[in-house]
């Protein structure tokens, strides 16, 4: 109910906004919506929305699945921490743009390029948040697993990844935006659709009602996303916490 | 089933560099049936000795024997359940070869049937206790080996879950090594007594009950007692005279 309110007031804003700075600049939420629906109409919106969602999906699997993998082997081996540490650095402040960039003067114009691309940039977090989440394991309920002789993977299911189940949620959410913001540059760049593609067009004609219904659109699947999986799954795996007030 | 300790040394690094001796040489053994308690003063080295023993700490000198098939059950000196877990699964995750009428027997025995399905955020400390028991009991095991598991828990409550790990302990033949600075625990459930000096731990004395267990009434329990305050002074007056 408040989350309703929260949006009601964003759009009463917005529509006020639009009556003072006048179509051109800010189209009011209904001429938006108009585009949105001759856009749904044609079938156009559906097939952007859809190259941009598998790209996110696609990309954002890529990122976590590894850079997981490779947290909580930096987190639990010291060789591991430092010889990834330097590449770690490097990764995080490289500008997404620049392994956008040099991913498709190096791979072409392809897929394949832009989705590695994507990922690459969203790698170095999963990993930093995961070998933070590794290294806050507690060494009391790793003992107690060895002293039971619990086998390892049933050790690493039931011991070790509810600790990081926190942490894969916190590097799922702030994932999810920053892939997509990303996967917007990447097929503004060098992909011949998506949302991202869309915008570009836009931006030449100076189209804003296409520009805002485009990216509204999307905001509004990654919302769904986030509410409809990554808060489930986070819900989920805090059940046994006692509740906050 | 024989469990042979023989630590001939164990010193920590602490943060400033210097080494310091936790242990001095240390040589015990037990056998199966048996319940050897660790008496000491808290801070001298008992769960360091314990870890050794685990095999959790590998960095020692010297050697501790036990056939590699044992299974071992653990209370440690904080119950270490999975917060994530209910009290169930907690159990069988230790457990898994359990029978369901096994483990119904245990939550009968410990009085945790009311429990099964909370999670140990829920529970006492001295529910948590006891989880900890019936998992350490639930997985059946050769070597038993409990930590203080009696520390923080008001006497009433200490006195029955005493009874409780003895008639668990008679049940079946296992190996037992607990530790305890309580010594009424001590002379209540050991076989042997095994005294410790204060850091670095070397056993001072070793001292054998041959009351059994079940056999053993206040007066009995008074009558060890006195004995052993008549050794342990005796220790102290060959002290004070060299």
């Known amino acids: ?245 | 089933m024989r469990l042979e300790v023989d630590i001939t040394g164990k010193a920590f690094k602490n943060a400033a560099g210097d080494t310091q001796d936790v242990l001095a040489p240390i040589k015990l053994s037990l056998v199966s049936g048996e319940v050897g308690v660790l008496v000491g003063p808290s801070g001298c080295g008992k769960s360091t000795m314990l870890r050794i023993i685990l095999g959790l700490d590998p960095d020692f000198e010297g050697a501790v024997v036990r056939p590699p098939d044992a299974r071992i059950g653990m209370v440690f000196q904080e119950p270490r359940l999975l917060p994530w877990r209910s009290v169930e699964q907690n159990v069988r995750l230790a457990a898994p070869d359990a029978s369901d009428a096994k483990l119904a027997e245990l939550f009968k025995i410990l009085e945790l049937e009311a429990h099964r399905s909370h999670f140990p955020g829920e529970l006492s400390l001295g529910l948590a206790r006891r989880v900890a028991l019936a998992r350490a009991f639930a997985v059946e095991p050769d070597i038993l080996v409990l930590d203080e598991p009696l520390a923080s828990l008001d006497d009433a409550l200490a006195a029955r879950l005493r009874e409780e790990i003895a008639t668990l302990v008679a049940s079946r033949p296992v190996l037992t090594l607990l530790v305890t600075h309580s010594l009424d625990d001590a002379v209540r459930l050991g076989d042997r007594l095994f005294f410790l000096s204060p850091r670095p731990a070397r056993i001072l004395a070793e001292v054998p009950i041959t009351v059994p267990r079940a056999a053993r009434g206040d007066a009995e329990i008074a009558a060890i007692k006195a004995g052993l305050a008549r050794r342990t002074q005796g220790a102290h007056a060959a002290r004070d005279v060299s």
């Open chain 1, 1 to 245: 109910m408040l989350r309703l309110l929260s949006f009601a007031l964003f759009l009463a804003i917005w529509w006020i906004a639009a009556l003072f700075v006048g179509g051109a600049k800010l189209p009011s939420p209904p001429a938006v919506l108009n585009v949105m629906l001759a856009e749904a109409a044609s079938g156009a919106l559906f097939l952007h929305l859809g190259a941009t969602l598998a790209r996110v999906i696609l990309a954002f699997v890529l990122a976590m699945s590894l850079g997981s993998a490779i947290g909580y082997l930096m987190g639990r081996n010291r060789l591991a921490d430092r010889l990834g540490d330097p590449w770690l650095i490097l990764l995080l402040n490289l500008p997404a743009l620049v392994v956008i960039v040099l991913a498709y003067i190096w791979a072409g114009l392809t897929e394949a390029a832009a989705i590695a691309a994507i990922a690459i940039n969203k790698l170095p977090t999963a990993v930093v948040t995961l070998r933070e989440g590794t290294r806050a394991l507690d060494s009391a309920l790793d003992e107690m697993a060895t002293v039971f002789a619990i086998p390892r993977w049933r050790a690493f299911r039931h011991v070790v990844l509810p600790q990081l189940a926190p942490y894969i949620a916190a590097a799922a959410r702030s994932g999810l935006s920053l892939v997509w913001k990303i996967v917007l540059v990447a097929e503004l760049l060098g992909r011949p659709n998506g949302v991202g593609f869309e915008i570009g067009v836009a931006f030449q004609l100076f189209d804003t009602p296409r520009l805002l219904a485009y990216s509204l659109t999307f905001a509004a699947v990654v919302l769904v996303i986030e509410t409809a999986l990554v808060q489930p799954f986070e819900a989920r795996a805090t059940r046994w916490r006692p509740r906050a007030a």
